[in-house]
């Protein structure tokens, strides 16, 4: 099951990138940002290197980096140091809400992917 999720979560990643079908940003964005939820420790770990580098969504998505990069360490600190479950699942669409709130100044947007990755932690 792990690897159809990782599976899953790259074509989400891949689809947002190369966008076959002219996709507004904000779409292609909320792609992004769940395939970025479906994938292991080692594949965000990639994944983040590649967009630091290459940032493949545009000069839009240049704070995607960062809002990755917060994304790992919170992954990191709580997976390793077995902080409580219900801090994870709770910190993780908070760093994306503020990331977007600030980046793209739109609330709307930012409260919708913030609750589907919600949604995607409890599922966890």
Not at 31 to 43: C, E, K, N, Q, R
């Amino acid at each position: 099951m792990e690897f159809i999720k990782n599976l899953l979560g790259l074509a989400l990643i891949l689809f947002s990138w190369f966008d076959p079908l002219v996709l507004p940003f904000s779409f292609r964005l909320t792609l992004f940002i769940i395939g970025f939820d479906l994938t292991s420790w080692f594949a965000k770990l990639l994944l983040f290197i590649i967009n630091f580098f290459f940032p493949l969504l545009g000069e839009q998505g240049l704070f995607l980096i960062w809002t990755l990069l917060l994304l790992l360490v919170v992954e990191f600190i709580f997976s390793n140091f077995k902080i409580l479950k219900i801090l994870t699942t709770i910190s993780k669409p908070l760093i994306i809400f503020f990331s977007l709130l600030f980046a793209l100044k739109d609330l709307q947007l930012a409260l919708i992917i913030a609750g589907i990755d919600l949604i995607l932690n409890l599922k966890h």
